[in-house]
């Protein structure tokens, strides 16, 4: 069983910047970014195996958002660069049973932390 733990939401205004992070209680080989705005279903954001040298994104975010990680720290960031009102939701990091970018494939999430931009 892993426990993650997210941080680092909060308000900020379009064209702004906000970074999350996740922490883990365990190694995880496949972590993702998910997100849910209200009266909407979770979403995909992003994933990235172990290796980190190859992040999939969803198209919303391409060129915008950056998913990275630290494996000696059991953490996983997200950098939100240029951020739309559309980006409001509750963002959440997730450990994946396989490294597809699906919301299915998500084992563990944590609590979530909220992003608004206005």
């Known amino acids: 069983h892993v426990q993650l733990v997210e941080s680092g939401g909060g308000s900020v205004q379009a064209g702004g910047s906000l970074k999350l992070t996740c922490e883990a209680s365990?190694?995880?080989?496949?972590m993702g970014w998910f997100r849910q705005a209200p009266g909407k279903e979770r979403a995909e954001v992003g994933i990235?195996?172990?290796?980190?040298?190859?992040?999939t994104y969803a198209d919303s975010v391409k060129g915008r958002f950056t998913i990275s990680r630290d494996n000696t720290k059991n953490t996983l960031y997200l950098q939100m660069n240029s951020l739309k009102p559309e980006d409001t939701a509750m963002y959440y990091c997730?450990?994946?049973?396989?490294?597809?970018?699906?919301?299915?494939?998500?084992?563990?999430w944590g609590q979530g932390t909220q992003v608004t931009v206005s």
């Open positions: 997730a450990a994946l049973s396989r490294c597809t970018l699906w919301v299915g494939y998500a084992s563990y």
């Open positions: 365990s190694s995880v080989y496949c």
């Open positions: 990235i195996d172990s290796d980190g040298r190859s992040p």
